[in-house]
Nanobody, 121 residues
């Protein structure tokens, strides 16, 4: 059983940046970031394999967001630049004990509590 704790959310103006962190209590394999806006389903944002050699992103965040991880610290990051009001949501990190990139929330067994990101126009 692994526990995940997100941090780094907040309020930022459009065009600004935030860096989210997700600290895991132990080793994990593939990890991902999801987000959920009010009244909407949870959606995939980005994912990364254990080695960091493979990543993938939601089309609307490509070129603006960067996912990375530091396995020595059991921590994953999401650098978010040029934020837009449409990025406003609760952001969740997730982990699984399988390799490879996957996009469905159902494929991830472990979840953090979420961190709020609000982008004002």
């Amino acid at each position: 059983q692994v526990q995940l704790v997100e941090s780094g959310g907040g309020l930022v103006q459009a065009g600004g940046s935030l860096r989210l962190s997700c600290a895991a209590s132990g080793r994990t394999w593939s990890m991902g970031w999801f987000r959920q806006a009010p009244g909407k389903e949870r959606e995939f944002v980005a994912a990364i394999t254990w080695s960091g050699g493979s990543t993938d992103y939601l089309n609307s965040v490509k070129g603006r967001f960067t996912i990375s991880r530091d396995n020595a610290k059991n921590t994953m990051y999401l650098q978010m630049n040029n934020l837009e009001p449409e990025d406003t949501a609760v952001y969740f990190c997730a982990a699984r004990y399988y390799t490879g990139i996957t996009y469905s929330p159902r494929d991830y067994a472990y979840w953090g509590q979420g961190t709020q990101v609000t982008v004002s126009s």
